[in-house]
């Protein structure tokens, strides 16, 4: 057993062992009802070696992990123009709010905050059918996991279409000040949907692996994005992925990641591993509260914060 499979193993026995597990998301009525007792944490070193601990191999609802993916897909096909639309800075608010679009006229304070996932979203959307922009990000998410089975949970993306009330306030909002260009519902529709991308930490540790290598995937040394986009886009995550808890995170862990409010966290260690763990108890902040544990000792175990051991 290798050293990492130890350290996996060890942090994964310790979170199971937990008593306080935090709360999982009732706002989307079928996240309500998933077993908070669940657990799992994956890593995929920069050689692809896989550690796993847990229900490693268990789907969840990935919700806003998936915007790390969309950003991706947008900065492809719009480079530097998309910052037209969103920001790049951290919003100190609940990943929800309306309060910064109405005194910044529309713009979304960064991609990872609903209204800016929205509007990239938006801009994936242009110019296609919702069912075509859905299916190139499914396919990409796919791609980049080396798998295929990955799907869309139907049941999650409809129990959010039902109760996005303010989602679709937000998006109304933008379309006002022209940030949204094409039809609000297509935007929410695509964007309920990539939310309730369903994958296992295995699969979503091997999706995030071009992050971790500079832009390649390490499988076939071929460049999903440029070595400066990928360290752009792991910048946006460890300054904005945990929302009014990225300072935390960023001070604890010491790493990029980016949560969702399914109990997901993909991390990234630049140049040594691609890491997702799943605790579905959410903190105040809307992040996998023993998630966000196992990751702060992992990073410090492995000596792997970007900061220095």
């Known amino acids: 057993?290798?050293?990492?499979?130890?350290?996996?193993?060890?942090?994964?026995?310790e979170m199971q062992a937990m008593p306080n597990r935090g709360e999982v998301a009732t706002y989307i009525p079928e996240l309500a009802g998933v077993d908070p007792n669940q657990?799992?944490?994956?890593?995929?070193?920069?050689?692809?070696?896989?550690?796993?601990?847990?229900?490693?191999?268990?789907?969840?609802?990935?919700?806003?992990?998936?915007k790390v993916f969309t950003l991706t897909l947008a900065l492809g096909k719009f480079g530097d123009r998309l910052w037209e639309r969103v920001g790049r800075e951290p919003s100190g608010s609940r990943f929800n709010s309306i309060v910064q679009l109405e005194s910044e006229h529309g713009i979304p304070?960064?991609?990872f905050i609903n209204a800016g996932a929205i509007a990239v979203t938006d801009a994936i959307v242009a110019g296609h059918?919702?069912?075509?922009?859905?299916?190139?990000?499914?396919?990409?998410?796919?791609?980049l996991a080396a798998d295929d089975s990955i799907y869309i949970d139907h049941k999650v993306a409809a129990s959010e279409a039902r109760t996005?009330?303010?989602?679709?306030?937000?998006?109304?909002?933008m379309?006002?000040?022209?940030?949204?260009?094409?039809?609000?519902?297509?935007?929410?529709?695509?964007?309920?949907?990539?939310?309730?991308?369903?994958?296992?930490?295995?699969?979503?540790?091997?999706?995030?692996?071009?992050?971790?290598?500079?832009?390649?995937?390490?499988?076939?040394?071929?460049?999903?994005?440029?070595?400066?986009?990928?360290?752009?886009?792991?910048?946006?995550?460890?300054?904005?992925?945990?929302?009014?808890?990225?300072?935390?995170?960023?001070?604890?862990v010491g790493l990029p990641g980016k949560s969702g409010v399914g109990g997901g966290i993909l991390a990234i260690a630049p140049g040594k591993a691609s890491i997702a763990v799943w605790s579905p108890g959410l903190d105040v902040s809307g992040n996998s509260k023993r998630g966000r544990?196992?990751?702060?000792?992992?990073?410090?175990?492995?000596?792997?914060?970007?900061f220095g051991a």
Not at 1 to 13: C, W, Y
Not at 235 to 249: I, K, N, P, R, W
């Open 175 to 252: 379309k006002s000040y022209g940030v949204i260009d094409g039809p609000v519902d297509y935007a929410l529709g695509v964007y309920f949907h990539h939310c309730a991308i369903a994958m296992s930490c295995r699969q979503l540790a091997m999706a995030g692996r071009f992050l971790a290598h500079f832009g390649a995937n390490p499988s076939t040394i071929l460049p999903v994005v440029t070595p400066e986009r990928a360290r752009r886009i792991n910048a946006l995550m460890l300054t904005c992925g945990h929302y009014d808890g990225s300072g935390e995170f960023a001070y604890r």
């Open 129 to 143: 059918q919702p069912r075509e922009a859905l299916g190139e990000i499914l396919r990409f998410m796919q791609f």
């Open 1 to 13: 057993m290798s050293d990492l499979q130890v350290v996996v193993q060890e942090i994964t026995d």
């Open 39 to 66: 657990f799992a944490l994956v890593v995929v070193d920069a050689q692809g070696n896989v550690a796993a601990g847990g229900d490693a191999d268990v789907p969840f609802s990935i919700q806003s992990i998936s």
């Open 109 to 111: 304070r960064n991609p």
């Open 293 to 306: 544990l196992a990751l702060e000792r992992l990073s410090k175990r492995m000596e792997w914060s970007i």
């Open 164 to 173: 996005g009330f303010r989602n679709a306030a937000l998006a109304n909002y």
